[in-house]
């Protein structure tokens, strides 16, 4: 992912990296109504909540790119969070066999997670994410300035993946910590240093992803790492509805204390001082997670398949019998 460290920057090489392609974006539509004057391209927006993404959005996508007339030679340009990004991406990876598509992340999420790594798709009976494909876009382009205008809860959605990407590579994870809790994204967006320090730690998120995916494209082997905090993480999320990010965050806790990993309170210290959950809430039972847990994607065999978290860089896959589980 190329990050430019200005919106000036970020226009000119866009501009460079369509060059002379017909460009239809497929864009947030909030970020149209913000930043819509820096695409002067042919537009279809979305609507990024997940109960749009789904086959009914992407077929609407196709409909109208086959009412624009939109040949193989199109360029498929996704401008939005990671709900638009996985749309355009699947979208681009089917219509006509597939056509070369850019990514431009506009959220945190989106620059050190939904738009790296090439996997798309949509949700399809309510389950998330399970039509889609892999396959890596000819691009990914942002710039921080994107950041400005991101909700606060949606920053620490995107934090707890950033995090997550530090506690598995074993770099960053308190210094990276310490940075966002103590500087709101405006302030560190208004001054020169705190601007280069927000994109260094955003890039160095990005190249460990980008470095697992290199490794194991097709998610058979180190790429399964990224799991960390989602085992527990989604099955929080189905039984509370919690944000991803934040539901990762409990999951990462959990993922440690699994294993009782003596640096469980320094992890719990620093998700808790940039304002992410750190505790499964009182009220959801140990029958009830572990019933959404069975119901994981990741499930092998009535075993689990969990990422644990023995210390701060030091992860692995591990079947687990659902009875082995704690937190
Ligand atoms: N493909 C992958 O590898 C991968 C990885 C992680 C997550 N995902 C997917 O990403 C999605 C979540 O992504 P997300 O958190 O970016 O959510 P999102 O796309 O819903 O964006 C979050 C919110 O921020 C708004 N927004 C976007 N950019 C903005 C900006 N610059 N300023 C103000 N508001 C802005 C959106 O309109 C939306 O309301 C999920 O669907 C998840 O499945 C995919
Ligand atoms: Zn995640």
Redesign the pocket.
């Known amino acids: 992912m190329m990050l430019c460290s200005d919106f000036k920057e970020f226009r000119t090489h866009l501009q460079q990296l369509a060059g002379t392609r017909r460009v239809v974006a497929v864009i ?4 149209e109504n ?2 819509g004057e820096a695409f002067p391209f042919e537009k279809m927006t979305v609507v ?3 109960r749009h ?1 789904t086959m009914q959005t992407v077929e609407m996508l196709i409909q109208r790119l086959l009412e624009l007339h939109a040949d193989r030679d199109v360029l498929l340009l996704g401008v ?7 749309i355009c ?1 699947f979208v681009a990876s089917i219509y006509k066999r597939g056509v070369a598509c850019g990514l431009v ?3 945190l ?2 620059m050190v ?5 090439g ?3 949509v949700n399809m009976l309510g389950y ?2 399970m039509l889609g494909t892999i396959r890596q876009p000819e691009f990914v382009v942002s710039t921080i300035d ?2 400005s ?3 606060t809860a ?1 920053v620490r ?2 934090l707890a ?1 950033m995090l997550k990407a530090f506690l598995i590579k074993g770099e960053y994870f308190e210094e990276c910590g310490a940075f966002f809790a103590n500087n709101g994204v405006g302030e560190m967006l208004e001054d020169g240093t705190k601007r280069s320090q927000l994109q260094a730690f955003i890039q160095a998120a990005v190249a460990v992803k980008e470095g697992l995916v290199r490794e194991d494209e097709q998610d058979n082997g180190v790429r399964q790492l990224l799991n960390l905090g989602h085992t527990f993480g989604h099955a929080l999320e189905r039984c509370t509805g919690m944000s ?1 990010g934040d539901a990762v965050a409990i999951g990462m806790v959990c993922a440690a204390k699994c294993v009782n990993s003596a640096d469980t309170p320094l992890i719990t210290e620093v998700l808790q001082s940039c304002g992410l959950p750190v505790e499964v809430p009182a009220g959801v039972s140990r029958a009830a997670m572990l019933e959404a847990m069975m119901q994981d994607k990741k499930r092998a065999d009535g075993r689990c398949r969990v990422v644990v978290l023995e210390a701060v860089g030091r992860v692995e896959v591990r079947e687990m019998e659902l009875q082995e589980l704690r937190w």
């Open positions: 947030d539509n909030k970020v913000l930043y990024a909540e997940e993404k939005g969070g990671g709900i638009t990004t996985d991406g992340p506009t959220t999420l989106g997670d939904a738009a790296v790594g996997k798309n798709g998330k994410n994107f950041l205008t991101l909700e949606e959605q995107g993946e991803h």
